[in-house]
């Protein structure tokens, strides 16, 4: 298998019951396999068709899941015939599915990173618009439960980095499958207020997730390193007390999607707009 097709099309075991199917160097999509079903957390941007490797993996019926709806997460949906998602995302979700420019801008990003994707995409079937018109979407919500057989997965609405933003909990193994909203990574906030929550509705969804210390093992964040600490959720929530603090020293930068400023606070990026600032000058952090 060559550079680009193993970078699409990657398998990492993690454990009997939990895979990685990395999708080049952007989004840790999760594969995580009970007896009766298993469940895929995450479809990526979807350049390849990735199925296959889950076919390696189990023959169960798997459910799809998105942890939000941003490009790197759900556009690889079309591959699938149903999907769940917050319905406060759902609208986002087609809304970059359907603008063929962001979607070819993407694809472009990538291949700077790796040119030999461009012998596999498909880039006119890619950046259509309305892929995604053949799958059809199931809300979910605060507490749903997927039961997997001997494991479950319970949803944990955490708005913030999108209005639809979840966390999946897997009590039977203490495993917290957080998206971008905890990640040792860039956790983007400059698409605007219509598109992303004010801090302290993200600062009420970190604390929620740091109560569940006594049952968290184990982190499972969509982007970077992983697992991570549960700690992580409070170095988020003192990088968005840090930053307001102190934005004035931070410095604009080039992100794949407009310019933001770039806050870093120990293992943390936070990417922002102005109006993220003064927000957080107007309506304050403590919830
Ligand atoms: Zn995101």
């Not at 969804?205 to 992580?232: D, F, T």
Request: charged share 25%; with cysteine.
């Amino acid at each position: 298998m060559d550079k680009a097709l193993l970078r699409c099309k990657s398998i990492e075991k993690i454990n009997n019951q939990l895979y990685c199917l990395k999708e080049i160097e952007s989004v840790n999509r999760y594969l995580i396999v009970g007896t009766s079903h298993a469940l895929l957390f995450d479809t990526g941007y979807g350049y390849l068709d990735f199925k296959e490797q889950i076919k390696k993996i189990t023959d169960l019926p798997v459910y799809v899941v998105n942890s939000h709806g941003h490009p790197d997460h759900g556009l690889g949906d079309y591959l699938f015939k149903n999907v769940y998602i917050h319905v406060n995302d759902y609208y986002q979700l087609l809304a970059f599915d359907n603008d063929s420019t962001t979607k070819l801008h993407t694809i472009k990003y990538r291949y700077k990173k790796l040119p030999e994707l461009k012998n596999y995409i498909n880039e006119q079937q890619y950046i259509k618009p309305g892929n995604l018109s053949h799958t059809k979407f199931h809300f979910i919500k605060d507490h749903d439960k997927f039961d997997l057989g001997n494991l479950s997965l319970e949803v944990i609405e955490i708005p913030g980095h999108t209005y639809g933003s979840i966390a999946l909990f897997c009590p039977e193994k203490g495993w917290l499958f957080t998206g971008d909203s905890v990640c040792y990574y860039n956790i983007y906030y400059q698409m605007g207020l219509q598109l992303q929550a004010p801090w302290k509705v993200y600062i009420r969804s970190l604390n929620r997730l740091l109560n569940m210390n006594k049952q968290v093992s184990e982190l499972y964040p969509a982007h970077g390193q992983k697992p991570i600490p549960l700690s992580a959720a409070k170095e988020t929530k003192e990088a968005i007390f840090d930053l307001v603090k102190n934005y004035q020293d931070d410095r604009m930068i080039k992100t794949i999607n407009k310019d933001a400023y770039a806050h870093y606070y120990k293992h943390t990026l936070i990417l922002y707009s102005n109006e993220m600032v003064k927000e957080a000058l107007h309506n304050g952090l403590d919830d």
